[in-house]
């Protein structure tokens, strides 16, 4: 199985090959057309998707959900903590402590984009989705703790495209990118570190991160030994 990654300017894209290509987060709302046209690139026209689907709901993964959404008119996979803030454009969700928060927004991670349309397809994930009947091979699977409805796509090929549970690398992914980071903000810190062993359980050898990587898992199990507090 062939994934392909897209770097943005303040997350990564990634584009999973089978029996109909799935589009995995879509960056800031600025970012639509540089997807289509790396799409493009690929031979792939928007229509072609099967799905798309978000690791969470930050405007460095979402932003782009509506327009990509509409030229696409593919479902949009979101955990089920994450449906209302996709579809009020990033308004809707928890709110960090004020330092924190002038922080994300100076990186463009919870800045407001455009709303999911209410009508507009939306596969929520509870328990988890298998991604055969939208034309995937494998399953999405709720890591809450970096967002509520954080999720992960968990590939057959033992890859893992798990968003924002780490970092690879410092600088969100500048310096040192196959070294395992925590990100300076998750909601629930210990609900995020209880994701990462769920992840580590599904055997899933490589893991493709919204900033830096890709990460090996046993890197990642050494770096949970050592972290207590994730």
Known sequence: MLIECLRLTASQVYLVHGPRPVLV????????PTVTAWLARKQIAPRDLGAIILTHAHADHAGAVSALAHWSGAPVVVGMGDVSTVHSGGRDGSSPP????????SFG???AYPPLPRHYPVIPVET???LEALGGV???LPVPGHTSGSVAVVLDSGDVIAGDVL???YLLGVVARSTPVSHFHHVDRSRNRASIGALLSTGAHTWHLGHGGPVASESVRAWLDRSPSG
């Open 138 to 140: 494998g399953a999405v």
């Open 128 to 130: 988890g989705l298998e």
């Open 109 to 111: 991670l919870i800045q």
């Open 25 to 32: 987060d879509v960056g800031l709302a600025r970012d639509a």
């Open 98 to 105: 004020t330092g924190i928060r002038r922080v994300l927004a």
């Open 167 to 169: 970092i690879g690398g």
